[in-house]
């Protein structure tokens, strides 16, 4: 009981922080909204599985072209523990690559 309350918890913080790094729902586009409401699956994998060993502010905050996140989130879906299915990994990438055309460049 006390673990699905702590997930309850982390899940709820992690979509909180998820609204507080996208972009703000005034400066999103018509065709952004769109995608943020067919894919809420892939956000929704991205988070369950990447933020299990990382920060997503830490993954949201890495630039990268899309060929460095297809080989690095190979290298993830790799590890031991990640437990990623080839469908749960292109759901990530799509994520992904979503995410980083819509955030402003980091410094």
Do not use: Y
């Not at 995608?35 to 997503?56: A, I, N, R, V, Y």
């Amino acid at each position: 009981m006390k673990k699905c309350v702590f997930l309850m918890v982390c899940m709820s913080v992690l979509v909180s922080l998820v609204f507080l790094l996208a972009p703000s729902a005034r400066a999103q586009t018509k065709e952004e909204k769109q995608f943020m409401k067919q894919h809420d699956k892939e956000m929704t994998t991205f988070m369950e599985k990447c933020s299990g060993c990382h920060s997503l502010q830490r993954i949201l905050a890495k630039k990268a072209s899309k060929e460095e996140w297809d080989n690095l989130l190979k290298i993830m879906a790799g590890k031991p523990h990640a437990n990623i299915t080839p469908e749960e990994l292109k759901r990530i990438q799509k994520w992904l690559d979503f995410m980083q055309s819509t955030l402003p460049p980091g410094p």
